[in-house]
Structures are given as C-alpha cells and as structure tokens.
C-alpha cells in the first residue's frame, strides 16, 4: 500500500484488494483464516489490516440488518430542494440530516435537485411524520420529492476492487 502525501488517495497493492474483498464479504473473519486465505503468515497479515485501518481505507466494521425483518418495511428516496444555496442553509440542512437517524444515506447532488435521501421507517405513516417534521424550512428545505421503490433488485456493501 502506498499513500500519496499530496492526496488521501492509497494505492492498493494486490494483497490490499484481496483483504479488503474477504473483509467485505465476512468482516468477522479471523486473522488466521483471513491470512491463510490470503496466503501470508497471521502477523504480516494483521500488519496490512492496521495500515489499511490507520489510512482510513477501513473506516469500521458493521453489521447488515434485514431491515424489513425487524419493522422496517419502506426504503424511500427523497430528492431535496432547498432554501437557497448558500453555505449556511446547506450546512443547516447537512447537519440536521446528520441527526435523523431514518436519514440512512445523505448526498448533496449536482443536478436537478439539491439533495438525495434514503430513509428507512416502518410505514408510510411513519414517513408523513418524519417529512413534516424534519423534511421542512427549519432545516433549509423548500421542496421535497418522494420516491417509492418497488422492488430491490441489487443491494450492496461491496466496492468492485477489480475496477482499480
């Protein structure tokens, strides 16, 4: 692995990509099974895991919940239209998006909307509260669009590696 210091970007060498592609697929491996997986011994192995996770290429380890197993039966994505596009109200609305813990993901776009929202809750009553209660002037919002998915084709955690 290297690390430009003119840039956060890291080069990842081969071994980096097939580490960073077990870990993704079971983040619970071992580092004996990782490191026989990768072909190195357990401690070179877990040397490349730490400088992985001290450039900040690992940020953290998760655990994926079936959200829909547990409550969680509607995904919708909003498209955002703000007050204006100052840094004050954009930065009012990021930090309020920050906050909600239904905001699953948060993009800033550059295109017809202002902002992209995938939220998670229960139920479209559930929704209707939260878009009247957060989704609103007070955190620089003027116009919201709500999108209701179907069905989900393809859902994934895993960066395509093989495309660097």
């Keep these: 692995m ?21 870990l ?4 619970r491996i071992q ?3 990782l490191a026989r997986e990768i072909g190195l011994s357990p401690s070179s192995c877990l040397r490349r895991v730490k400088l992985l996770e001290d450039a900040g290429v690992i940020q953290s380890y998760t655990t994926i919940v079936d959200q829909q197993k547990i409550g969680f039966q509607l995904i919708l994505f ?15 609305f990021i ?32 929704y209707r509260k939260f878009q009247s209660t957060h989704l609103t002037k007070k955190n620089g919002i003027t116009s ?17 590696l093989d495309d660097l």
């Design 2 to 22: 290297k690390i430009s210091s003119k840039s956060i970007r890291v080069k990842l060498d081969r071994i980096d990509k097939n580490i960073i592609q077990h």
């Design 24 to 27: 993704q697929a079971n983040g």
């Design 31 to 33: 580092n004996n099974d």
């Design 78 to 92: 909003s498209r955002i239209w703000l007050v204006g596009q100052d840094a004050e109200t954009i930065d009012t």
């Design 95 to 126: 930090e309020a998006m920050k906050e909600l813990p239904q905001v699953m993901e948060c993009y800033i776009i550059l295109g017809e909307c202002d902002a992209m929202l995938k939220v998670v809750v229960p139920d479209l009553e559930s």
């Design 144 to 160: 919201v669009k709500t999108d209701l998915p179907s069905q989900i084709i393809k859902q994934s955690f895993q960066l395509p």
